[in-house]
């Protein structure tokens, strides 16, 4: 991911044949994921040593609500991020997506039906910035900025400072309820979603077409990639996890603001490119992807276990997401600087 | 002369005298000059901070650690005075100024020296700010009858009829004035932002360009953060939350391209008064306050499309500002 340094570009190195290829167990032990994987096992470990009740199975259970309904929505914005875009705007769809639920529950509709609504809304929200930046031709980053603002808008539109209440009583089980044992609803949720996306970025076509896209959008589209297309997909999957996030957190809250999940679109891209995927974008995996959601999900629950207020996390997050991608760089500066100048 | 009234600018402060004009048939004081000096002044500080974002976007970068940055500042700023009172006005505005340059730094190096992104670095250091503002103040607040009367006057004091902060606004956009179109520097921004391949070629160091937009941005949004913590008279770790995403959003609105190189300083100024009058217009108009959040987002969306077609009509940008030099 550290390689992206354009063709042409003065500092672009020169291209270095090797002898023989490194065996596939010596790339995988260099590669990000390992260092991840050795992270998030050491804060594990950290976090078993500090509290006694960190290794209780109910405790690490509820630890996943910190990570499932953000981590769901991570997995698109990885693809599209891979894809070379981005969207700000789903903390905002979440939003949207709830006030709406809200809305039909205080109608008297039933469970079915805000389900429903809440796939319905968020796959809309999805499409229009779709449709802003394929149809359109806009950057996404400001697009999905203005979207961010309108999609929350609405919502303090229908809401002002009032909430929605009353959810049907088998609404609840979404964000609440156990499938087996200690798992909830939403981490077995968050498993199928993991490997379901595992598959599409990993194992088809369409997954190659995301990452050729994310390597030169013009290459990919001389090579026959239907580069509008596949974009405008990744942003309706986008809304579409953001709208199953927002089904899974107003179930969980029961109650919906327009202020629910503000902040959340910067904990997600920091999830995403903590997990790999470069900002640039053209790589990036999604194992990488679930591990850095397990390591945000521990830290915050294992800082929370010994007190440490919530914004100091963020500062442990954010020093996080600025050192895994200084390292690697780091590193190759200093390698480079000793051998040749 | 026909250039001049097809410019964004023009466009824009049209757009803004109608936005006046039909908020005066429903509320006719609005356009009296009280009313617009008070509006001015309320939105001072949003436009000194969309003018330092102008020089970090127009050089292809983002600085959204602008908020987090004036909440630190304020927060240090307003320790310092409670701790000492003593310490004179001026010193303490040297030391917001210095402060926050040193946090743009902080940014700036990152991305000159790592060459990281600078969206994730400010990401970053977006959340670290925040942090550290909380570790500072122990999460309390800093209300006003802890600070001394000096340092809660001072923006307000009435100079000519303008309070300072609105003067310091004014000397703000001339300082950004000369610095965009009189000095090497200011050209080397957009020369950054339009082709980066370019200006090294041109013997212009991009990096460290780009590091001394980052701390522009940053000492712009540390004298922002002793204005806004003296003028409200509180500072407490959620100040100016999510307010970079409005610093953004003026200067989108006000014509400067997201990828580089495109901008100017009256774009700037323009797309910041159109957010401050909507925010000051909507309570006397009878729309509920509510309406702002998504009235703005509407605002950014038709402006960047209005952007992208004219950008496209134009084509690469530097050689249209060489042509309008000639």
Redesign the interface.
Known sequence: MSDQV?A???RAPDRNIPDRLTSPFQRHLRSWETLLLAVAVGIFIINALSSPYFLDPWNLSDATFNFTEKAMIAFAMALLIISGEIDLSVASIIALTSTAMGYLAQSGFGVPELVAAGLMVGMLCGAFNGF?VTG????S???T??????????S??V???QAFRGYPAGFSFFGQGYVWWVFTFEFVLFAVLAIAYGILLHKTDFGRAVYAIGNNPLAARFSGVRVGRVKFILFLLTGLMAGIAAICLTSRLGSTR?SIA??WE?EI??MV?LGGVS??GGSGTIPGVVIAAFVMGMVTFGFGLINV?G??M??F???L??SV??LP??WS?FRTRGKVV | MIQLLKSREAILAAAILVLIGLISTRYSDFAAPSNLINVFNDTSILIMLALGQMVVIVSRCIDLSVASNLALTGMVVATLNMMAPGVPVPVLLLIAVAFGAMLGAINGVLVWKLDLPPIVVTLGTLTIFRGLIFLISNGEWINAHEMTAGFKAFPRYDVFGLSLLSWLAIATIAAFFVLVTRTPLGRAFFAVGGNPHAAVYTGIDVGYTRCLAFIISGAVAGLCGYLWVARYAVAYVDIAGGFELEVVAACVIGGISIAGGIGSVGGAVLGALFLGIVKNALPVVDISPFWQLAISGAAIIIAVAFNARSERKKGRIILKQAERLA
């Open positions: 354009l042409g570009d003065p802003l359109l031709g806009l950057p980053i400001v697009a900025i203005g979207t961010m603002s309108l999609f929350r808008g609405i303090y539109i809401l002002g400072d327009p503000f902040g910067l891209v920091t490119v900002i640039l207020p914004i100091v963020s500062i997050i954010g020093i997401l600025i991608i200084a760089r780091l500066n």
